[in-house]
């Protein structure tokens, strides 16, 4: 018999302190979205746990009862993917807030799942270690939120996105067991199930410790900003350095519109007169960072950039980077509204797509400013709207769908780090067929049988992909026939 919500309240205040069980409206509020706050819903029930206990007594319950579960980090996702269940439980994992242990040895921290992607950074500096992957909001996102999304971050060229920065994962499954995923040695034999939570939006398990990896903080790190008065030139000057055998620790671009924003928040000293910017870090030993400022200094000329500068100090390396990083709030400071987009091209298809977003942008009169991972081809376009004018969401919505269409076209994906959540589910539809799509389901089946675990996200039923139109559409007659075919 279905629990009515009363008889929910009353069960989780039996597992957790009163003050830790959150129904009524005005609690409920700042859990109504994650970054994407176009949508949003507020859940039943909030419950905020301290132990691995209480989670697996909560997550037992639930299962027993039928009950939703939609866990929650820090809330700075942009795909939807912690939009709350109306019918079920929002579980906040704010308290698992500590750095639990730090072995500068093995280069290796135990963390819980609420600590701050930059505190563990701050945590270890002092024995000269540090955390690689940082998204642009790591002073707020969170290390469990980072592992179910598979976050990157300005430095994911060189060192990887989180899956490749992690050891170990203690989850706690939906009947509440807990479960030991990966381990402390540097591989783990069977299958790579470490892989598989990674990026799986809490949908197969609830996590509640993560073992991080730590390097070394180089000995060296220098950023050259580059301008260019042509953005196809810029993508293309991208692959140059690439195929010169240099992988900088970041490789990241702006567009006018983004640069021109980003300066006037931050004054990074950026050129707003450019048409596209540069960002490239070279990070090592000092001769070896002595070596490759003078290569792509000259890869830079060579491919038609305006001017080229090289951070003199750490100080104004940071400066540079701090543009960048502020590049989605400083959006919004220019529009109502804006669109985050995510998805992940082969690189030599850069100029190509920038040019196509160009055309959809006039297509739709909708400015796009263009943030981005360009060396591993991470697109972040930023549609710029007006919620408050009707259709003008939907129109936004039918314009992001069509980048993330041009992006499987050209061989790429429709996520890089962001996930799919509630935003991209149609677009699996587009990406994969009905064989792939029927294995995700068998997936999630065998971690969670019911079904309850952060329902409706991700992965599409066939029966909407049929309802979508893309069912059995073959990626290579996508929506964009003019472009190039592999």
Partial sequence: MKLHKQDIIKALQGILPEN??????????PYECDGLSAYRRLPMVVALPDSVEQVQQILGFCYQNDIAVVARGAGTGLSGGALPDEQGVLLSLAKFNQVLEVDSEARQARVQPGVRNLAISQAVNKHGLYYAPDPSSQIACTIGGNVAENSGGVHCLKYGLTVHNIQQLKIVTIEGELLTI???????AGYDLLALMTGSEGMLGVIVE?????LPIPERAQVMLAAFDDVVKAGAAVGNIIA???????????????????????????????????????????SEVSEHILKVRAILQNSGATEVRTAKT???????????????????????????????????RLPEVLKNIADLSEEYGLAVANVFHAGDGNLHPLILYDANKPGELERTEEFGG??????????????GEHGVGIEKINQMCVQFESAELIQFHAVKNAFDVKGLLNPGKAVPTLHRCAEFGAMHVHHGELRFPDLERF
């Fill in 20 to 29: 830790a069980v959150l129904f009524e409206a005005e609690d409920l509020h």
């Fill in 182 to 188: 990966g381990g402390s040695g540097l591989d783990s």
């Fill in 210 to 214: 993560v073992t991080v990896k730590l």
């Fill in 244 to 286: 010169a055998g240099i992988i900088p620790a970041g490789l990241e671009m702006m567009d006018k519109l983004a640069i021109r924003a980003a300066e006037d928040f931050v004054h990074a000293g950026y050129p707003v007169d450019a048409q596209a910017i540069l960002l490239c870090e070279l990070d090592g030993s000092n």
């Fill in 314 to 348: 750490d100080e104004e390396r940071l400066t540079f980077w701090k543009g960048r990083k502020a590049a989605f709030p400083a959006v919004g400071r220019i529009s109502p509204d804006y669109y985050c987009m995510d998805g992940t091209i082969p690189r030599k």
């Fill in 402 to 415: 069509k980048i993330l269409e041009l992006c499987v076209a050209v061989g790429g994906t429709i996520t």
